[in-house]
């Protein structure tokens, strides 16, 4: 039957992908990490003074090199925020088209 919580991704049920991935994490330097974190760090930044500065609004969040963009002008500071966030998908696809104008390729997920 129908399992009772989707699982999809990338690497779903991909041992190929997993050992590939493995081996990755393995290759990277403490140096390589740390430049990944400082370019996390600066695309957040730049990206939420942009965000700011435009008609659209919003908020991006994130840790160490991983980034999520929110749309509007509610702080993200929970589920709840975030979620109320979410509801502004037509904005986020405005973002979405704009950046990939420039060259930017965004995912709506993950």
């Not at 919580?5 to 994490?25: C, E």
């Not at 966030?85 to 904005?91: E, L, P």
């Amino acid at each position: 039957g129908k399992p009772p919580v989707s699982q999809a991704g990338t690497f779903t049920a991909n041992p190929l992908s997993m050992v590939a991935g493995a081996a990755a994490m393995r290759a990277l330097t403490e140096l390589e990490i740390e430049r990944l974190t400082a370019l996390g760090a600066q695309v957040r930044s730049e990206l939420g003074a942009t965000l700011a500065a435009s008609d659209l609004g919003g908020h991006v969040t994130g840790a160490a090199s991983l980034f999520c963009v929110f749309i509007g002008d509610e702080e993200v500071k929970d589920y709840a925020s975030a979620y109320h966030a979410w509801q502004q998908r037509q904005r986020l696809s405005r973002l979405i088209s704009l950046c990939r104008d420039e060259g930017i390729l965004l995912s709506r997920i993950g």
